[in-house]
């Protein structure tokens, strides 16, 4: 049981590129979060699902898209990245609706745009 | 909207020391509050949570928190504190009229240091 799970962990972009962080959790949860953190922000929520074929916009959307087209991945896009979104980016998933159930983090994906 | 206050950025304590890290909120209606921790190069880990009923929430690894409805506040606690509680500590809220699933607000984040 490997929990939550995502790749890469580190990645240096040049502006104008796209890339895709994967976010994988084997515990059958039907939510799950992608969190962007940066330095005294605290974890600010770009989007998330409520399950499989569902998605919906956090506090900080703009310039990322999401899939969810199998319950146990959420994709998180970058299709033209800008230096603002250097940051660690943090994927979640719950059981049910928070926060009656727990957030379950993964370990991070570092992000550096130049 | 919900908001959250981590006053201070770091708290610096001597290890067998009691140790409190505060966390304030803002909210509608009555809260749902959190503390979760972040090691060094890992995802946040649940610590506790506030609900309902007593006001003193007892967690893992001996933290406990207690809800004041009056002063808005939250503040995280342990009795003795050791070396490896040094970590990231973020307080978060969501209100219980919670109707889009998702609602976590995180503070800011405070560093605990705990000196040998």
């Known amino acids: 049981n490997a929990g939550v799970t995502q790749t890469p962990k580190f990645r240096v972009l040049k502006t104008g590129q796209s890339m895709t962080l994967l976010c994988a959790q084997d515990?059958?949860?039907?939510?799950m979060y992608w969190y962007r953190q940066d330095p005294g922000m605290g974890l600010r929520l770009i989007h998330y699902?409520?399950?499989?074929?569902?998605?919906a916009k956090g506090e900080v959307p703009d310039g990322y898209n999401v899939s969810r087209l199998k319950k146990q991945n959420f994709l998180l896009g970058l299709e033209s990245a800008a230096p603002s979104q250097t940051s660690v980016y943090f994927c979640?998933?719950?059981?049910?609706?928070?926060?009656?159930?727990?957030?379950?983090f993964g370990p991070g994906t570092r992000l550096l745009v130049l | 909207a919900q908001s959250v206050a981590q006053p201070e950025d770091q708290v610096k304590v001597a290890e067998g020391n009691p140790l409190t890290v505060k966390c304030t909120y803002s909210?509608?209606?009555?809260?749902?509050l959190f503390w979760y921790v972040q090691y060094p190069n890992r995802g946040l880990q649940f610590l506790l949570k506030?609900?309902?009923?007593?006001?003193l929430v007892k967690g893992s690894y001996g933290f406990e928190a207690e809800f004041n409805k009056s002063q808005t506040s939250f503040h995280l606690k342990k009795p003795s504190a050791l070396v490896s509680d040094s970590a990231l500590y973020f307080c978060?809220?969501?209100?219980?009229?919670?109707?889009?699933?998702?609602?976590?607000?995180f503070g800011g984040g405070t560093r605990l240091m705990v000196k040998p």
């Open positions: 506030y609900i309902t009923g007593d006001n």
């Open positions: 909210v509608s209606g009555n809260p749902y």
């Open positions: 979640a998933s719950s059981l049910g609706r928070v926060p009656l159930e727990t957030q379950y």
């Open positions: 515990m059958n949860h039907e939510y």
């Open positions: 978060a809220v969501s209100p219980t009229n919670n109707n889009a699933g998702n609602m976590l607000t």
């Open positions: 699902s409520v399950g499989e074929g569902t998605t």
